[in-house]
Structures are given as C-alpha cells and as structure tokens.
C-alpha cells in the first residue's frame, strides 16, 4: 500500500520521512525522529554531521502537531546522533534549522538535555549538585566538561545569503512543490519533500510474554541504549496489585511507546502515572506521543528541578506557551526528602550521579538507579578529594537497602555504571534480584553465571513478578477494555454489562484485511482489544493513523446505516477504509442490533451529525472518528442573532463555543475590534474556560448564526480524556487571538 518514493542518485530513504542527501559537505540528514540513529546504524550507513530539521507546525494545523513534533513524534530528536559524532569520533554537527526561532529553541534544548540547569541549580541552593554533575561530565579528551557548542553549531536558514550552509552547498525551499531543494554551486543537485506525511513507526516490538501477576510485576517494553540498533531504550511497566484494582506505572518513556503498548494489548489509559527519571532522549522519547496522543491526561512523576528543566524542553519542543504546555499534563512533584505516597504506592527518590539531574527511585520493594554512575569505590575517593561529604555518600549507598529488586542501569564509561563482580556481589546482598539495564547481555553473560540465578537482564519483553501470585484478578480483561473506550464509557454498568456477555472475539493475524473500503456495511462494530490496525484514508493508499486497544472502528458506517434506513431510495452503505492488522489483533465483535441500542442510549444519531459536520470543517481527519463523536456528544446548539454578546472581556470563563454559521467580532478591553471570526470550525474562548481565566476579549455576533457551546465541565473532561483534541481545537484560538 506504501507509495514508492521517486529515486534520485543523490538520495536514501529511510523509514520514517527520513532522507540522506549526499553534498559536496557530507550526507545531509533531512528530518530527525527518535530511533533514527538505529536506522542509520541497522543500514551499515555512515552517519551524518548535518541535520535539517522541520519546519515548525502551528498549532491547530494538524492533529497533534505543533513545532517540530507531527503526530506526537518529536522530528527534532538529534541527541544520539550529535553523541555518536562526538563522543565517538569527536566531529562536531552542524544543525540547520529554518528561524532564528527554532535555533533559539534548539540551543535550550540542548542546554537543558545535555548540560542541566547549571545556573538554576547553583542560584537554588543546590551547588553540591551542580559539582557532581561537572565532575561525572568531564570529557577526558578536553579534560573539563562538555557543552552543547563543543558538540554542534547551529544554522537558521533565514539569517544565510540564498541557503548558503557551505561554500558550495544551498538549501532552498520550493513554496509550490513544498520540497528542499539541495543546490551545488547554484546546480540543482536533489529534492526532498518538507512534508512529513507516514505515520512514524518502531524498528522493533516488545514481545507480548503472557504475564503471571504477582503482588509486583514487571514488564519490560525494553532493556537497551540509544545506540542499540536492535534494542529499545530502557522503559518498564509496574503492576502494583491491591484487593480492588490494577496500578499500572510507567517508568521512562521509550520512543513511540503507544505502538508499543498497544502491541502489547494495552492502552494509554491503562497507565496510572509516569515517572520520569532524566530528560536524556532515550528515557523521553516517547513522552511527547503520550503528551499530545495519550488516550487521557497523563499525570507525571518526577522532581521540581527536572520539571522545570521538563517545561523548557517541551515549550521549546511544542513552540507553545509555558502555561499551555503545562496544562497537558498533571504534575505530581517527587522531591528527595519528601515521599509521595498514593494509597499503597510508595515512591520515594534521591537525586542519583549523572550527567544531568537524575533520580534513583523507590517504588515500595523496587530500586530503579536511573542513570546512575554507581561505583562505591569511586565514591570513597571523591569524599577524600572533598567533592562530595560522607552523608551524601552513604546516601548512594544505603539508598536501595531493604529493596528485593534492583533494577541498575549500566552501560559504562564516565556517565554511567559500570559492571563488575565487585559491584554485583554488593547488589546481590540480603538476597536481593538484580536486573540489569541499559545495557546487553553480550561479555556480560559468564560473570552473571558465576553469580549465580539472582542476575537477569532487561531484555525487551521479559516479564519479573516479586510476591505472592495473584490467581484471581478483579478484571475482566474485555470489560476493562469496553471502559478503556471514552465513547463507551459513557454507558450505564447495565448497558456495558450487557454488551460484555454478548460481545465476540475475533483474530486477525498480521498483515491480514479487516475492513476493505467500498464492501457493504456487515452489521458489526469493532473494539479493537489486543493488537494495532492500520486505517487507511478513503480510496487512497495512505496510512492515516494507527489504532489500539479501546479504539472503536465501523460505527461510523453503523450509524450512517440507521441513518438511510427510513429510505428505501438509499444506497447501501459502504465501509470507509481499507483497514489492516499491522500486527496479531483480537477484535471484540459488537452486533449491529445491540450498537442501536446503545446509540439511541447516547443519542448518538444527533451526535453523528455535528461530528461529520466536524470532520469536514476541522483538522480532525488523522484521528479515530470515534473520538470525534465523542467531542460531538458534549456540544450544545446555539443560534445567535446579530450583536448578541457571547462573553465579555474580562468576565470569567464559563463557556467555549465553535462558529457553525455567521460572523463573530472579538473585541479588545477598549472595545476596539480586534479581529473577526468568520471560518466555520473557528474556536474561541477556550482558554478563559479551560484555565479559569477572564476572557482576553468579547465576543459578538456581527450577523445571525449559530455556535455551538462546549461548557467548561465538558472542555475540561475533553482536554483530560482527548488532550489532542484539545489542543487542536485550541491551536488556532492560540495563533490569532
């Protein structure tokens, strides 16, 4: 189905809306999503000293989309590349970017992911922690530490003559073909699209193990580094038990982490919370996806130092306010010091030795290190030197006594652990498992063996219990997927309990066609359950989006049915998409006879409507059409008649509205007009609502029309459940008023 690209001797492609360009200066990598280092490496490709990022996406524009990130993958991810370049050949990069914007946000990146919040920490009170930090970043090479300049310089192409990046080498855009053109010596060398259109995908999946829940089970999506071409980045699921409910916490966030969920049968919503450990790439990487894609509100666990240094990155990331960025995500802070306890989850943390600001963590009888450079004996001879005091390293070293897992990320070198008998003998103490992350087993394997059993590795996919095993789970794992749907969701017990003992599984293997656009409507909605399905646009051959657990597909076309089914004049009707199993997919069937019920239940007829008039007048077309639905429930007809007033300025925010029809005049605290409103589709008065403001300006109607109105219990549900949604809706509020 996948559109061949045409081939130009000058160009690879690579998967992901990735190009090489060969110049007169070397390969020129065009776009920079997570995972792209592992592309080049897994080719045997040399790897690039130029990176051409983006350029950035307003707001609005496109579903879950703003910046340098595309549907929630950040193509502005150049961190592994620039440390293979110089760490490991010690070349320095060259960043072209297109605004004296984007290179001001580049370079705040780079500060806060590479070098840490210096001044901030140094300003705080937290110099102790700024001399670690400088002491296990020094380079020996340069013999000081490095920083972001000696690693890259960066170019905007707007303060160049004519795109010139070199003496012989010009970068252009073509505004009609929307392409780079690359020029040498004022010849036209190749052409690469701006666009950023397939749907990124992982080079690898977590393999889905069957899981025996224990009182503590771990699951690990993966156990590796960012230099790993076969590997993915350290990230871990925990399944904390209790009598009445499943906790599940995220720890670190491997890149394109919802794929990989969902090829794990679960969803976003599954997860409780997420705790990040740092802000290197390799353990955010998949955090903007579940920012801005997340089937709810993540709330987030970290520390206030790694927030703050957190909302930087993300503000420059996403190319949005402070505030707005922070309203994505609820913030729950985890100080060392200051324990965080949520029910019978306790987590507890101190600030590990590493490069940047890090946290060790505990999670009751669970110690995570983080990227911890964990060497006892090192730590003796820094309190000798005076660096760190003695309480601070019994500290380091007594912080995981009474844990039974240990799960330690390794790797060596100067910034990370490194393993020896010595240091695993010491881990092993009082009984303990040991885990090892971060690393692969490769050299590794015979020291572990002369240990003993107790010594397992992070392999992607391996599943650890600790405690008794849970023989009877209070979940219904398809129940937990009927509720795991917004839409569905909404549904009375009894009406949910209802469709359970009548609900189907069926199995697709990989590759196989579920839906074929154009065949007759067959009666039956779907629930996907375990699994992902590829949805493919309309009559064409483009990937529109990929779907998971909870995800609800055919009832568009069961609802049009209902719709022509008075008339006996109507043609019947034809599914929609072409869609696929992109890998094994349980399906839970829903019989055409009981969808009725539940749409008259939810009126989902009415909804139906204001959804498809949704779809045609708003970028929403790269998401489920069952979240547009689920939008469309909660909004409320309104028919304005010429200078109605619909808020004023500085009133307080009770309400936000989408123009259907007619003009709307937003008017400034002077009750000068500031800008009128006349696209259908337009949303205004969101932020007030959403953050408890006064409203900016007042809304008029300038002729008869009509809006409709999202109260402000209703937007704030939609931006905890559809927090993309959200931001879309809120994208071109953002950019014009």
């Known amino acids: 189905m996948k559109k061949e690209k045409k081939d130009q001797a000058n160009v690879i492609a690579l998967p992901n809306n990735v190009s090489l360009v060969s110049t007169s200066m070397g390969d020129i990598l065009t776009h920079s999503p997570p ?8 080719e045997e490709l040399e790897i690039p000293r130029i990176i051409l990022l983006p350029q950035d996406m307003a707001a609005g524009e496109e579903l879950a989309s703003t910046g340098f990130v595309r549907s929630g993958v950040n193509y502005a991810s150049i961190e592994f590349v620039l440390y293979a370049q110089y760490f490991g050949k010690q070349n320095k990069c060259l960043i072209v970017v297109h605004t004296k914007s984007q290179k001001k946000r580049i370079r705040i990146i780079l500060e806060e992911t590479f070098e840490g919040p210096d001044t901030r920490l140094r300003q705080g009170g937290m110099k102790w922690l700024a001399d670690e930090i400088d002491i296990v970043s020094l380079f020996p090479p340069i013999n000081r530490a490095a920083y972001w300049p000696d690693l890259c310089e960066i170019v905007s192409l707007d303060e160049t003559e004519s795109g010139y990046i070199g003496e012989h080498t010009a970068i252009r855009v073509d505004p009609i073909t929307q392409e780079y053109v690359f020029y040498e010596d004022e010849v036209e060398h190749a052409r690469v699209s701006t666009r950023i259109t397939e749907q ?29 071409p076969d590997g993915i980045t350290t990230c871990f699921l925990a399944w904390f038990h209790t009598l009445d409910r499943t906790y599940v916490t995220l720890f670190d966030t491997a890149a394109f982490i919802r794929q990989r969920l969902a090829h794990l049968g679960l969803s976003t919503r599954h997860i409780s919370e997420v705790v990040i450990s740092h802000l290197h790439e390799d353990h955010i990487g998949g955090l903007p996806e579940l920012i801005l894609m997340g089937e709810n ?33 609820k913030f729950i802070p985890l100080n060392p010091g200051k324990p965080l306890i949520m029910g019978k989850r306790h987590f507890s943390a101190i600030y590990a030795v590493h490069s940047i600001p890090t946290l060790a963590i505990r999670f009751n009888d669970l110690y995570f290190s983080g990227d911890m450079r964990y060497d006892e004996a090192w730590f003796d001879e820094l309190v000798e030197e005076g660096v760190i005091k003695d309480e601070r390293r019994k500290e380091l070293v007594s912080f995981a006594d009474g844990a039974d897992i240990i799960i330690q990320d390794a790797g060596g070198g100067t910034v990370h652990t490194t393993v020896t008998r010595e240091l695993l003998e010491q881990m092993l103490e009082g009984g303990r498992q040991v885990i090892l992350a971060h690393t692969k087993p490769d050299g590794l394997t015979d020291l572990v063996d002369a240990l003993g059993n107790r010594i397992d590795f992070a392999l992607s996919g391996r599943v650890v219990g600790l405690g008794e095993a849970i023989s009877s789970l209070p979940e219904d794992p398809i129940m937990e997927t009927i509720l795991t749907s917004s839409l569905l969701a909404r549904l009375s017990p009894e009406i949910n309990l209802q469709l359970r003992q009548t609900i189907n599984v069926v199995l697709y293997e990989a590759g196989e066609q579920i839906v074929q656009h154009g065949e007759p409507y067959n009666g039956l909605v779907y629930l996907v359950h375990k699994g992902l399905i590829e949805v493919w646009s309309e009559g064409t051959e483009e990937l529109r989006l990929v779907a998971g657990r909870g995800s609800v597909i055919g009832e568009r076309s069961a609802l049009k049915h209902e719709e022509q089914a008075a008339d006996s004049n109507s043609v019947p ?19 055409g006879g009981l969808f009725k019920h539940i749409a008259d239940h939810l009126n989902l007829q009415e909804g139906f409507r204001k959804a498809e008039w949704l779809l045609q007048h708003s970028p929403f077309q790269e998401m489920l059409w069952a979240d547009i639905l689920d939008l469309a429930l909660d ?9 109605d007033v619909l808020y004023q300025s500085q009133s307080a925010g009770y309400e936000s509205f989408i123009l259907v029809s007619g003009e709307i005049g937003l008017y400034n605290q002077n009750d000068e007009l500031s800008y009128v409103l006349k696209k259908p589709g337009s949303f205004f008065g969101g932020r007030a609502t959403l953050f408890s403001e006064l409203h900016r300006f007042k809304a008029k109607a300038h002729s008869d029309g009509e809006v409709w109105v999202l109260k402000a219990i209703d937007l ?5 459940v559809h927090p993309n949604i959200s931001l879309q809706l809120r994208g071109e509020e953002m950019t014009t008023v």
Not at 206 to 219: K, M
Not at 310 to 326: C, S
Not at 635 to 643: F, G, M, Q, T, W
């Open 716 to 720: 704030k549900r939609l931006h905890a």
């Open 635 to 643: 909004l409320r007809v309104y028919p304005v008649a010429e200078n």
């Open 297 to 329: 509100q993540i709330q987030l666990i970290t520390s206030d130092v790694i927030y703050k240094s957190l909302l930087r990155v993300l503000t420059a990331m996403f190319n949005l306010p402070t505030d707005e960025v922070a309203s994505l995500f």
């Open 573 to 591: 009707v034809q599914r929609m998409n072409n869609m696929f199993a992109q890998t094994r997919v349980e399906l839970l069937q829903i019989d």
């Open 35 to 42: 995972e792209v280092l592992k592309s080049i490496l897994s």
């Open 200 to 228: 990124a995908k992982p080079l690898s999946w977590p393999p889905a193990h069957p899981i025996q829940r224990q009182e503590l089970t771990l699951q690990f999506i993966g156990g590796s580094d960012g230099f790993d």
